[in-house]
């Protein structure tokens, strides 16, 4: 009798009919329900999640210069980070972006700064990105650097400097992009470290280009 009226339910259900169920045989769809729910989410979180590290992969294949990015923060302290995320947007007015991920400890003091600077680094500079790669207390300490404008820190021997006014933040997805004026820049000849899929390189073949 009680599986007869299990599955008369079940064929209701799957048929779109009203049904009329006990308490207990509420609770155990309910319950069916419920497991089906969750299975369901975790497969969508899955696929979700397979799918960002795909793209990830796939932007990693765009090879990009590397840069630490600093800033005088409003304490009086100094920020910086390592990001390839710099990019040129405008030559007239001088403009250039980089984004930064919202949940760094940094964003504030970055969106809170005046100014930011552009380190772009030399092939031989790999350990001062991968030093503000890391976290750390002091990560300026024992370097050789000078404040540019609104303080930032822009470093010796670097391949080029910018250093920008923050002309405006925008928070698009799970970033925020700086925008900057350039208010000055210097550079050098040189060989440029550069990172694609996920490590380092040195383009040899440019110096012979």
């Known amino acids: 009798m009680h599986s007869t009226k299990i599955n008369h339910f079940l064929l209701q259900r799957h048929s779109g009919y009203p049904c009329v169920m006990g308490g207990e045989e509420n609770r155990s769809f309910e319950a069916l329900q419920g497991s089906a729910m969750r299975a369901q989410s975790a497969l969508h979180a899955q696929s979700a999640s397979h799918a960002q590290k795909q793209l990830r992969q796939a932007l990693g294949r765009f090879t990009t210069g590397v840069t630490v990015i600093t800033a005088r923060a409003p304490c009086g302290g100094h920020v910086g980070l390592t990001a390839n995320s710099f990019s040129a947007l405008s ?119």
């Not at 002091?138 to 000078?146: A, E, K, T």
């Not at 899929?197 to 280009?209: D, K, S």
């Open 91 to 209: 030559l007239e007015p001088p403009l250039v972006l980089w984004s930064l991920r919202l949940a760094s400890a940094q964003r504030a003091a970055f969106a809170h700064a005046s100014h930011f600077a552009v380190n772009v680094l030399t092939a031989s500079q790999r350990p001062l990105g991968d030093r503000f790669a890391q976290p750390g207390e002091d990560r300026f300490s024992g370097l050789d650097w000078q404040p540019g404008r609104g303080g930032a820190p822009v470093f010796a021997d670097v391949l080029a400097s910018f250093e920008c006014r923050t002309a405006r933040t925008l928070e698009l997805g799970d970033h925020l992009l700086f925008i900057g004026e350039v208010e000055h820049f210097a550079f050098v000849d040189g060989e440029p470290l550069i990172y694609g899929c996920g490590r380092y390189a040195v383009p040899a073949a440019l110096a012979a280009a």
